[in-house]
């Protein structure tokens, strides 16, 4: 017997190739030895008939596109094709999910941060603020009642707001709301003691509530003005407008204090306050008593005007995180820029309670320090 076998053609396309690049043939193959596999490749250099070489069949490219678009071969080439596209997309796809997990968990961990570090959300009067969580809020003395249609208002004294520091001879102006904290002081000597520490929350919502009106307080755009002359003036502080303050020395002199710090600028917008540390100096009157400290932070938000003023002994313990809670605390102060419109709007100690929401701050604008 022969050592060689035909193969017939079994399917018209593959006869039609080798009909159309190998004259000459017929139906049947180039014999071909039964123990070899035939395989079928391209031969992208070769342009003459199909040909056995290294037990391969080649044949001329110009032959595969047009033949497998009508046989299972294309179709695995297609799907492969497929597979390595999906493959290249998921792996695009995959670097945006995990940009995005890493961003989500980052931005629980800062919250996680804030809820070890402050209290509850305080909102009204167009303001929204956390504080440092040793604070708790000093609650603000019942509305006074409103005369009946028709009656006449009587000259009745103004009810005493709990809220008003009673270190001062004369009250805050503004006040909106305060908070008070037990706080631990550590002594030249090592040792430890509590001392009080106070928070004001002060602004010009009230002087525009009343602004043109019989009883008007102030100018609403001058009221960062009024607060400092009044705490100079209470203080006895006289002030070098010239000095200029860093971040570790402020005492009695301006700085500006930029929040968040970078690591947290993706999560929160960010802010200035123009900020002094007042320092009284020492009387030999108050020895036995704490040396206190006024830390003022100034911020404007369109025409709207607020005062963040911490009273604290100057020997806070460092276990307190104080300075840390503190600026954390500023980054989620937002002032409404949106002005109390009418008497009917809201009103603070001695009227109607206020019933305003937080709205969307702007940034304050640059060289926000007050003029004296």
Sequence with gaps: MSQYRSRPFQQEPEREIFRRFCPGTGSELTPVPSNVK?????????????HRDRN???MPAESFPRV????????IFVCLGMLVLAGFLTGCGGAVYEKRLEFTQKYYDYIDRLNR??????????????????FTEIPAPPPRPRPAEGAEEEDAEEPVDPRQPKFFDEPLPGLLAAWQANLTTVDGGGSTTQGKGHLYLLGNYDYWRTFKTPREIGDPLKFHEDVMNMLVDQLQIVLDERQRGTATDRVNKWFNEVVPE?????FVRKKEFTTITLVPEESGDDEEQPRMQYQVYLYQSGDMQIVLLYVLPRSVSAGEELDHRILLSLQTAEVSPDKPVGAAAAQGPGGAAPAGAPGGATAPPAGNSPAF
């Design 68 to 75: 497998l678009r009508t046989r299972p071969h294309y179709r």
């Design 56 to 58: 391969r069949i080649h």
């Design 38 to 50: 035939i395989n079928c490749s391209i031969d992208h250099s070769s342009s003459f008939c199909a």
């Design 262 to 266: 970078a690591a947290d600028e993706e």
């Design 117 to 134: 570090n402050l209290a509850t959300q305080f909102a009204n009067y167009g303001i929204s603020l956390r504080v440092p969580k040793q």
